[in-house]
T-cell receptor, first 114, second 113 residues
């Protein structure tokens, strides 16, 4: 009965490859997010979807492409992986985008690019 | 520009002593304020939030935070620290005019037995 789940938990791949990370939430929330946490633990918002509509699209390389097939799922596809993409990627959800609702985080996906 | 500052990279406290993790913010208008905790190799967990009303907010695991509008601060506190409180703590603020959450850089809290 995990609230926000991500797969895979670990991802080790070589430069130049394409990979995807999947996220699902069973909380009935309208809004989902992707964050990148670097080696210094700094948290950076990448994207946010509200009811399948992109509402936050921060300055990230266009090699990163989010897709939301429905409001319970938000996947992240990364093309042509680079060493600098190595980080922990967190998915999160919140009840609504416009209210003061807290975010619920998944366990993270540790991406290592070699 | 909106911003959040956590001035201490690390806070060391002896078990049983009170702890404070500092957070100051800068937003236009009245903010929504949040504290999250991250244990090693885990996702962030929500601790507490200030929306409106009483300036002292109580949250999970015995933590509380005080909203101080004049000092634009939202410091996290606990009367008696536990070793299990050792973790990374993040403060975040949301401007009521938009829906983006601004995150602090995090403060590592170490509780020594």
């Amino acid at each position: 009965d995990t609230a926000v789940s991500q797969t895979p938990k670990y991802l080790v791949t070589q430069m130049g490859n394409d990979k995807s990370i999947k996220c699902e939430q069973n909380l009935g929330h309208d809004t989902m997010y992707w964050y990148k946490q670097d080696s210094k633990k700094f948290l950076k918002i990448m994207f946010s979807y509200n009811n399948k509509e992109l509402i936050i699209n921060e300055t990230v390389p266009n090699r990163f492409s989010p897709k939301s097939p429905d409001k319970a799922h938000l996947n992240l596809h990364i093309n042509s992986l680079e060493l600098g993409d190595s980080a922990v990627y967190f998915c999160a959800s919140s009840q609504d985008k416009s209210k003061a609702y807290e975010q619920y985080f998944g366990p993270g996906t540790r991406l290592t690019v070699t | 520009a909106q911003s959040v500052a956590q001035p201490e990279d690390q806070v060391n406290v002896a078990e049983g002593n009170p702890l404070t993790v500092k957070c100051t913010y800068s937003v236009s208008g009245n903010p929504y304020l949040f504290w999250y905790v991250q244990y090693p190799n885990r996702g962030l967990q929500f601790l507490l939030k200030y929306i409106t009303g009483d300036n002292l907010v109580k949250g999970s695991y015995g933590f509380e935070a005080e909203f101080n509008k004049s000092q634009t601060s939202f410091h996290l506190k606990k009367p008696s620290a536990l070793v299990s409180d050792s973790a990374l703590y993040f403060c975040a603020v949301r401007d009521r005019s938009n829906y983006q959450l601004i995150w602090g850089a995090g403060t590592k809290l170490i509780i020594k037995p």
